[in-house]
Nanobody
Framework: QVHLVESGGGVAQAGGSLRLSCADSGHSLGESSMGWFRQTPGEEDREFVAAITWSGGPTYNVNTVKDRFSISRDYAKKLVYLEMNSLKPEDTGRYYC?????????????????WGQGTQVTVSS
């Protein structure tokens, strides 16, 4: 059974950095693609941030986080990371980790079968 737990959120200054982690206490992350989504204030839907395939290939939301965020995974520790640099106030939101089978259409929420509870990120100006 998949159980995803995010950590690493908090408050950062604009221009600062945070690193989010996602741990899976259930099945092997090595068989899943993993994604990060966020829900920003006032928005009902979760926005795609980044994803990484089971073989390590990354995909980013080029309109919002490209060149500032980096996704990676540690198979031995069963962890997925989201390194966030040059943070902006508009990056404020709740960040969710999710797991998907396969490696197609990872920008779509519908592809993900499992979700964590999220971790809050607040960026002050």
């Amino acid at each position: 059974q998949v159980h995803l737990v995010e950590s690493g959120g908090g408050v950062a200054q604009a221009g600062g950095s945070l690193r989010l982690s996602c741990a899976d206490s259930g099945h092997s992350l090595g068989e899943s693609s993993m994604g990060w989504f966020r829900q920003t204030p006032g928005e009902e839907d979760r926005e795609f941030v980044a994803a990484i395939t089971w073989s390590g290939g990354p995909t980013y939301n080029v309109n919002t986080v490209k060149d500032r965020f980096s996704i990676s995974r540690d198979y031995a520790k069963k962890l997925v990371y989201l390194e966030m640099n040059s943070l902006k106030p508009e990056d404020t939101g709740r960040y969710y980790c999710a797991a998907a089978w396969g490696d197609r259409e990872l920008g779509s929420r519908a592809r993900y079968a499992y979700w964590g509870q999220g971790t809050q990120v607040t960026v002050s100006s």
